[in-house]
């Protein structure tokens, strides 16, 4: 089976062309590369990549059909979405940056999948109708009540960015699309990414990055540089936000159940993607600083607007329907990986 993987060049979308390929699949990388890294998909995955738009209708479409050079008459039998932009802070200095990039470049893809039903007809091309796995968020929930946390699917989405809100957008329109035109769907609402390939082959590398675990392991051992640690007077057990840290790896295996699950069943639905365990801010840290032997700065500064104090997945669901199971995603894993693949790249 062919899997177009949309942002495969990306952080999370490495991994899961990986994990994908082990699988047996073969997956083709769409990608602007406007975030991506076009040597983990050419020189080390080895797997073809398609430079372009996510929204392009035109390319889509032929790449769909396999009609594109690269897919030598490979048609697709299902899609992998990852591509987004996923700065929460930027989104709300530039949320019509988000809207386009997350939500209409979406919606383009979609409108091509209604397109191919027709199409796929009249040139018996199956399935008439792609499965769409979509990478949505914790975002979408805003800033949940204690009393919901872990946070199940069936509570509240209410997400308070326009990153959050672009996300849920999409997960509505993928509901309304499965009503009216059948399009199959799973969204998996990832909680914190983290860590890198087991094998040392991919691993994060964002430019600007936001994301707790690389910018500690950026500012350890350095004197010039220190953590920022926003708020440290939140109800948690010592004072810092709380949050639930998923290894990429598991997040890639996640990706290839759920493909699973729509190829057989023309359902849709959604699945929240974390562990079930919370890793306070400090915890991050001191874990970090055992796991290098290095020492690090921190400095404690005001809340940020809009930080929930906990963040924790009820993976009850994807467990059990999709039998899916975290396998490194314990907190001192996950750092043992991402130092060794920082180590790896900043040498
Ligand atoms: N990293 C996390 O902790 C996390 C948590 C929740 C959800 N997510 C979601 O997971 C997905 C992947 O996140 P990531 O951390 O790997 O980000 P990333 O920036 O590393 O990967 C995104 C990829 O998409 C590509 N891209 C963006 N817009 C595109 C477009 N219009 N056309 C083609 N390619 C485009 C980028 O070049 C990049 O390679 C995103 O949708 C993000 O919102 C991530």
């Excluded at 993987?5 to 073969?26: F, L, N």
């Excluded at 009216?180 to 609402?189: F, H, N």
Aim: hydrophobic letters at 40%; glycine letters at 6%.
């Amino acid at each position: 089976m062919n899997i177009l993987i949309i942002g495969g060049a990306g952080y999370i979308g490495s991994q899961t062309t990986k994990a994908i390929k082990k699988k047996g699949y073969y997956p083709i990388v769409l990608d602007n590369l406007i975030h991506g890294h076009k040597h983990l998909i050419e020189d080390i995955l080895k797997v073809p990549l398609i430079v372009g738009q996510a929204g392009d209708k035109e390319l889509l479409k032929n790449i769909l059909l396999g009609n594109h050079p690269k897919l030598k008459g490979r048609t697709i039998d299902a899609i992998i979405h990852l591509a987004a932009f996923a700065n929460i802070g930027e989104s709300m200095e530039k949320p019509a940056k988000y809207y386009r990039n997350n939500l209409g470049e979406t919606l383009s893809i979609l409108e091509v999948l209604i397109d191919q039903v027709k199409l796929r007809e009249e040139k018996k091309i199956s399935p008439l109708k792609i499965p769409f796995v979509f990478s949505s968020t914790c975002a979408t929930f805003g800033v949940p009540e204690l009393k919901d946390i872990p946070i199940s699917e069936n509570n509240t989405q209410n997400p308070i960015n326009p990153y959050g809100r672009s996300k849920l957008m999409i997960e509505k329109i993928l509901e309304d699309f499965h009503n009216a035109y059948e399009i199959p769907s799973i969204s998996l609402r990832y909680f914190n990414a983290a860590g890198a390939d087991p094998e040392c082959e991919l691993g994060e590398d964002h430019n600007p990055e936001t994301h707790l675990i690389p910018l500690i392991l950026d500012a350890l051992g350095d004197n010039e540089n220190s953590i920022k640690v926003f708020g440290r007077d939140y109800p948690t057990k010592d004072g810092t936000c709380i949050r639930d840290f998923i290894h990429v790896y598991d997040l890639a295996e996640a990706h290839v159940a759920a493909l699973e699950k729509i190829i057989k069943n023309n359902i849709c639905d959604f699945y929240n993607l974390g562990t079930g365990k919370g890793y306070s801010v400090i915890e991050v840290i001191e874990t970090c600083k055992e796991v290098t032997g290095l020492a690090l700065k921190v400095d404690f500064v005001e809340r940020r607007l809009g930080d929930p104090p906990i963040l924790i997945a009820s993976p009850k669901k994807i467990m059990k329907e999709l039998q899916w199971r975290p396998v490194f995603s314990d907190l001192e894993t996950i750092i043992r990986h991402a130092w060794r693949w920082y180590l790896k790249n900043s040498s």
